[in-house]
């Protein structure tokens, strides 16, 4: 499974980014999706999940702000993030786990919120 992460940058607090990612190499569908995140000298964390039938959880720091998405026509997860805070800086990572349990890593993408 290949995954590219993109729509990191700058942002101003309480604005808005979209992350997406792009799967290949597997059926995409049946993969449990996810999204963490590394915050410089943190240990990378969960941040929302997203599973084969569409069911998601999220980490209680994003709940309400951050909304997981999936389109298997399309192979791609997306991270909805709405009032960002500057604690939710770190580099973002796509995740993929599909039924045999091996995780999938993308190359992270950087997510700065600053004023």
């Known amino acids: 499974v290949q995954l590219q992460a993109s729509g990191g940058g700058l942002v101003q607090p309480g604005g808005s980014l979209r992350l997406s990612c792009a799967a290949s190499?597997?059926?995409?569908?049946?993969?449990?999706m996810g999204w963490y995140r590394q915050a410089p000298g943190k240990q990378r964390e969960l941040v929302a999940r997203?599973?084969?039938?569409?069911?998601?959880n999220y980490v209680d720091f994003v709940k309400g702000r951050f909304t997981i998405s999936r389109d298997n026509a399309e192979n791609t997860v997306s991270l909805q993030m709405n009032n960002l805070k500057p604690e939710d800086t770190a580099v973002y990572y796509c995740?993929?786990?599909?039924?045999?349990?091996?995780?999938?890593w993308g190359k992270g993408t950087l997510v700065t919120v600053s004023s």
């Open positions: 995740n993929a786990l599909p039924p045999w349990g091996i995780n999938y």
């Open positions: 190499g597997s059926r995409f569908s049946i993969n449990t």
């Open positions: 997203i599973y084969s039938d569409g069911s998601t």
